[in-house]
């Protein structure tokens, strides 16, 4: 009897200590990742507001080539995998659609490539993703379709107020389609039926895509 109870106490004070680390582990990965979230917000947005100092093409080429030392530096290097999708995303896509894109600006080009909508929608794509990522965990326990259609409700309404921000304060506008309808109300967006298609079929298409390459999200509970 004294042995099935000194086994008994010392089952329970390894399962207290185990908590207790599972608990210290857990808070100290709470608190990194609201750390980054605030790191990786006020990035964007500093990012973004470079638009109104510099070339846009400049600024998400730079951007685009501070994602993998970012991702390095942040301990994150499972989300160059997110990165070579969205990069891979946006070269067929401009790959297909080059001919309809001809900025007010004298964008960079090669080989008859705009470099701006390139390196702007591999960008665009990745970080759209890496927003959501920190907020993935409310829906862990749902399935793929709610957490597709929640990225996808997300996705669009960030590329709803980016086009809007960028083409009415930014002046970054597409001559080559700017004869085409705007999207009603925020008056952006000017482009074939096709190609508002496209845009709006990016992200969820890049969020299908991870799932079934099945890429993991290191910002997920652990715990």
């Known amino acids: 009897m004294f042995n099935v109870n000194n086994q008994k106490r010392k089952t329970q004070l390894i ?22 979230l605030i790191v990786d917000t ?36 499972v989300f160059l995998y997110y990165f070579m999708v969205s990069s891979a995303m946006a070269f067929i896509w401009v790959f297909i659609a080059k001919d309809e ?14 470099l701006f909508p390139l390196f702007a929608w591999a960008t665009g794509l990745f970080v759209a993703y890496i927003i959501y990522s920190h907020y993935e965990n409310i829906l862990s326990n749902q399935r793929f379709i ?4 929640s990225f996808s409700v997300f996705y669009w309404l960030l590329l709803i107020a980016v086009e809007t921000i960028g083409y009415h304060f930014f002046k970054i506008q597409n001559l080559t389609t700017i004869a085409c309808q705007g999207l ?19 992200g969820p298409l890049f969020f299908i895509i ?14």
Do not use: Q
């Open 15 to 36: 399962m207290s200590t185990t908590n207790l680390h599972e608990k210290k582990v857990g808070c100290k990965f709470h608190k990194r990742e609201k750390r980054l």
């Open 42 to 77: 006020l990035l964007i947005a500093h990012v973004f507001l470079l638009f109104g100092l510099f070339s846009p093409d400049y600024v998400v080429i730079a951007a685009y080539l501070l994602v993998i030392p970012y991702m390095v530096l942040t301990h994150r290097k």
């Open 101 to 114: 894109y001809g900025y007010s600006s004298n964008f960079l080009t090669v080989a008859g490539v705009n």
């Open 146 to 149: 709610r957490k597709l259609l």
């Open 184 to 202: 009603p109300i925020f008056r952006c967006i000017h482009a074939p039926l096709w190609m508002k298609g496209t845009y709006f079929a990016m």
């Open 210 to 223: 991870c799932f079934l390459l099945k890429l993991k999200n290191p910002h997920a509970n652990k715990i």
